[in-house]
């Protein structure tokens, strides 16, 4: 090999290592990268409808149990046994509770009356928290339609289409839809127009822990640029 091939040959080879370096800094800097939360949302029992009231409750040491909610339809005169000697009771009648679970408006998601009611509070939950995040970050939800913006969701419980299933028939599919968990990220997703990754996770009670850890490694591979990520947990029966 002459000199002046031999030269080129290292010229290439010296420029194609400088090129997988570039790249293999990238990599290990995304994945050193820090992720900012721009904005949050909640719902938490004591009567907790944000961040700020967190923080407050939290600092102020606020006790946040009560009583069951009276508007899910429990028979609590039957459902209280101190002596927790029937089968199905409770031997309490406190706990923490969002008594505000149930309060949704559904022309705001394109919802009608009949699937809003079908609809499991969790998923409509997670369809508000997800809006007001998103106002909390000064971001237009609607300016997100067509964006890879992903949707990972921590959903445990799924005892809402149990209320339903009785009466299933006037309900058509809508209680298929409404009621999985499973549907739940997909149901933000479809809702505000985002083109990412949707996600439900259930891990039992790290479910939201998971879903946030998701959340991450999808932003960090570039699989989404923004990302709505947290958790949801509501009883619907006792």
Do not use: N
Request: glycine share 10%; proline share 5%.
């Amino acid at each position: 090999m002459s000199d002046e091939k031999l030269l080129g040959y290292l010229k290439r080879v010296t420029s194609e290592l400088r090129s997988t370096r570039q790249k293999l800094d990238a990599l290990e800097s995304a994945e050193r990268e820090p992720l900012a939360i721009v904005g949050m949302a909640c719902r938490f029992p004591g009567g907790v409808t944000s961040p700020e009231e967190l923080h407050r409750l939290v600092v102020d040491g606020v006790d946040a149990v009560s009583e069951f909610p009276v508007d899910r339809g429990w028979d609590l005169a039957d459902l209280y046994d101190p002596a927790a000697e029937r089968p199905g009771t409770s031997s309490t009648r406190h706990g923490g509770f969002l008594h505000d679970a149930a309060e949704f408006d559904p022309a705001v998601f394109g919802m009608s009356p009949k699937d809003a009611l079908v609809t499991d509070p969790q998923q409509r939950l997670l369809l508000q928290s997800s809006w007001e995040a998103l106002e909390h970050a000064r971001i237009a939800p609607s300016s997100l339609r067509g964006s890879a913006t992903g949707v990972f969701a921590g959903v445990m419980y799924s005892d809402y289409a149990a209320r339903l299933a009785h009466d299933a028939g006037a309900f058509e599919g809508h209680l298929f839809t409404g009621s999985l968990p499973s549907v739940a990220s997909g149901r933000v997703a479809y809702a505000l127009g985002l083109e990412g990754p949707a996600v439900s996770v259930d891990t039992a009670c790290s479910s939201s822990l998971v879903a946030l850890h998701l959340a991450a490694r999808s932003l960090r591979s570039g699989e989404c640029g923004l990302a709505l990520a947290g958790g949801v947990a509501v009883m619907s029966t006792p």
